[in-house]
Nanobody, 123 residues
C-alpha cells in the first residue's frame, strides 16, 4: 500500500490546517498514525485512529486542538489541526500498521509510511 500525505503549508499562529493521508494500492492496516519530526528532533507521535472503529488517540500537547478522522469510502485519513502554534512546526508523516493498541505510539510499529508534508507555523 502507498500512502500520500498532503495539506501542509505556511500558516500563522492560531490558524488551522487539514492534513490528508490517502492510501492507494490497498487499504490501511489496523491503525493509521500521524507522526511529526521537527528539525533537530526525533520523530514523535501526534495522533492515531483505528481504521475499523474510528477510535482516536492523541498526544497530550495536541489534545483539544487536533482531530483525526477517516473516510472509508475515500480511503483517506484526515488530521484537522486548529489553533496551531510555532511548536507544531514539523514535517508530518502518516503511517499505517497492524500493531496492538499499546504500540500505536511507536513509529517502529508502523509498516508503511507516506513521504511527509511540511507544516510551518510562523508569524
Amino acid at each position: 500500500v502507498q500512502l500520500q500525505a498532503s495539506g501542509g503549508g505556511l500558516v500563522q499562529p492560531g490558524d488551522s490546517l487539514r492534513l490528508s493521508c490517502a492510501a492507494s494500492g490497498g487499504t490501511f492496516n489496523r491503525y493509521v498514525g500521524w507522526f511529526r519530526q521537527a528539525p533537530g528532533k526525533e520523530r514523535e507521535f501526534v495522533s492515531a485512529i483505528s481504521w475499523s472503529g474510528g477510535h482516536p488517540y492523541y498526544e497530550d500537547s495536541v489534545k483539544g486542538r487536533f482531530t483525526i478522522s477517516r473516510d472509508k469510502a475515500k480511503n483517506t485519513v484526515y488530521l484537522q489541526m486548529n489553533v496551531l502554534k510555532p511548536a507544531d512546526t514539523a514535517v508530518y508523516h502518516c503511517a499505517t500498521g497492524s500493531t496492538i493498541t499499546s504500540g500505536i505510539y511507536e513509529a517502529r510499529n508502523y509498516y508503511y509510511w507516506g513521504q511527509g508534508t511540511l507544516v510551518t507555523v510562523s508569524s
